[in-house]
């Protein structure tokens, strides 16, 4: 039995705690092997996960053991070491690797892409000074690559949950839904013009209910509604335009969020892969780089998606996720998405179950761990 | 030390005690992905190729290594003899300089480096360019002029060659050695 240590710095936001939080949880109870995952930050752990105590060094949840990672923190070595998102590990760490008889199986998790030159890259070895060598490892959406964090049964609850507890979970959100609304869950970066897009959706005859939770989009809402801060529980109605303010929700309970709305709004990369196992249509609000080598990103996931849609569709996604990204005025973007609704919502069923014929993040680890 | 986004292509980086010569270097850069450098390395003692990837901050350890000019001189049983200035013989197998060995003929006189690791020759570099004859070709098929339409090539040594319709046996044509590509037809060697 292999035993696995996962590294995580947290560099802002919930994404990186929130990607290897999932993966040690699936390591330890689909992989049945232990793992201790070091994160340097328990604060921002506690936002996502309020079982765990920022205040404990060490601690035990869901069968992974949690250690508060300091940069001069001497460990001995699993068999398999993951360093996510290219933080660096110290050279003490590194000299400890060495010392072992069997050198661990050295991995550097990276960021989520769907460019074609991460299936070039994935598995690569990068043969270090001193050894020993270390492997690069990509997500991603095709076969050649690391594929997604996908808990075993995670579609299969997915789908007993929206029969047996939507309407109850939605209720203790405080969200009664109105006959023939439709339900918007928002966690996305600020976006200014965000005003345009409510304006347009104020301006429309469709009911639509606000599902917001916490989160740097909340100012701009706040700003539009005329609110110095949204209130929890309340319900601000504009037109035909309900907006509900909800609190932050652990990682089980916002993937029940995403499963219960027919649009999510998500941004950065976990919840990004999130509203793809909802097969619900999303938007999806990147990580902004100064150079703009986000949106290079964006429309390689957008080349990829939009294949097997059709051309209306993929025009209209493409146009509403752009302008979404550029910041860019929303109301003729939003107009031409809402009209392909039927089409998006049945590719992103079509879309989740493709991809949820590959292997996951945990199975590829496996497989080259293991082997 | 350097960082891999310093080190360009025909840099010798050494990686647990072993030279390896950096044969390609792309840097990508995308979203909140770190940069990388995906690098085509060869371990100059065993000839080994590994495509390879790195953080654009990972630290490496450079080498220089030394070279001194040498000329081919002749074969021996399996190894292949080049002298310096001073007449000190060098000798190699194919393994050592299978890079070249394409272009190795008798009577060669181009000015070829010898590469050395702590004190031994390890491999030897031809000139970017280099003149050899064709020893068969087929007669031009179009007529062509342009040097446009390309036919195949045998060298003296056997080595096959992409050269231009125009060429004929006898010609001289200058080759580049780090892609094999035919050049032009240049002048026989003085």
Redo the contacts between chains.
């Keep these: 039995m292999k035993s696995w240590d996962i590294f995580c710095q947290v560099v802002d936001n919930y994404g990186d705690i929130g990607v290897t939080w999932r993966l040690a949880r699936q390591i330890a109870t689909e992989l049945h092997q232990p793992v201790r995952l070091f994160v340097d930050d328990l604060h921002t752990f506690h936002h996502i996960c309020p079982q765990i105590d920022p205040q404990r060094n060490c601690q035990r949840l869901l069968g992974v053991d949690i250690t508060h990672w300091h940069p001069d923190s001497t460990i001995d070595p699993s068999d398999i070491v993951i360093e996510a998102?290219?933080c660096n590990l110290s050279e003490s760490i590194i000299s400890s690797m060495l010392a072992r008889a069997q050198p661990p199986i050295w991995i550097?998790l990276?960021?989520l892409?769907a460019?074609p030159?991460i299936e070039?890259?994935h598995l690569?070895?990068?043969?270090?000074?001193?050894?020993p060598a270390k492997y690069?490892f990509f997500p991603g959406f095709t076969a050649r690559t690391g594929g997604l964090l996908r808990e075993r049964d995670l579609l299969a609850e997915r789908d007993r949950f929206i029969i047996e507890e939507k309407a109850e979970f939605l209720t203790n959100l405080g969200v009664e839904p109105a006959p023939g609304s439709s339900l918007i869950s928002l966690f996305t970066y600020e976006n200014p013009q965000i005003s345009s897009w409510l304006d347009t959706l104020v301006a429309g005859e469709a009911s639509i209910q606000l599902l917001v939770p916490p989160g740097r989009i909340q100012a701009d809402i706040e700003h539009w509604l005329g609110e110095d801060k949204l209130v929890l529980g309340a319900c601000y109605s504009r037109g035909s335009v309900v907006i509900h303010p909800i609190p932050f929700l652990s990682q089980r309970d916002y993937d029940r969020l995403l499963w219960s709305c027919d649009l999510n709004f998500v941004r950065g990369?976990d919840s990004f892969v999130r509203a793809q196992w909802a097969g619900k249509p999303f938007l999806w609000h990147?990580?902004e780089?100064d150079?703009e080598?986000?949106l290079?990103?964006l429309s390689?996931f957008l080349q990829l998606y939009r294949q097997q849609l059709d051309a209306a569709s993929a025009k209209a996604m493409t146009q509403f996720w752009i302008d979404w990204n550029r910041r860019q005025d929303l109301s003729e973007g939003w107009t031409l998405f809402t009209r392909q609704r039927d089409s998006l919502e049945s590719h992103a069923h079509v879309w989740c179950s493709k991809l949820s014929m590959q292997k996951s993040l945990v199975e590829s680890l496996a497989e080259f761990t293991q082997n | 030390m350097k960082t891999a986004q310093d080190i360009k292509v025909n840099n010798v980086i050494l990686i647990d005690g072993a030279p390896w010569i950096v044969q390609r270097a792309e840097y990508t850069k995308s979203g909140r992905n770190s940069a990388i450098m995906k690098m085509k390395l060869k371990n100059l003692l065993s000839g080994s190729t590994s495509e390879t990837v790195y953080k654009f901050d990972d630290k490496m350890e450079q080498v220089i290594l030394d070279q001194i000019d040498v000329t081919y001189s002749y074969k021996a049983d399996d190894m292949y003899v080049f002298v310096d200035e001073e007449y000190n013989q060098y000798e190699l197998s194919a393994e050592d300089i299978e890079s070249v060995m394409p272009y190795i003929v008798d009577g060669m006189t181009d000015v070829c480096s010898a590469v050395f690791f702590e004190g031994k020759v390890i491999s030897v570099d031809l000139p970017t360019t280099i003149v050899r004859q064709i020893d068969y070709t087929e007669a031009s098929a179009r007529g062509d002029t342009s040097g446009k339409v390309m036919k195949p090539a045998r060298l003296a040594n056997g080595t096959n060659v992409k050269v231009a319709d125009f060429c004929e046996i006898g010609d001289w044509i200058e080759i580049d050695t780090r892609t094999g590509d035919y050049k032009s037809r240049a002048k026989a060697p003085a």
């Design positions: 998102f290219g550097n990276e960021y892409s460019e030159w070039e890259c690569l070895p990068s043969p270090q000074r001193h050894g690069f990369e990147i990580y780089q150079d080598a986000h290079q990103k390689a």
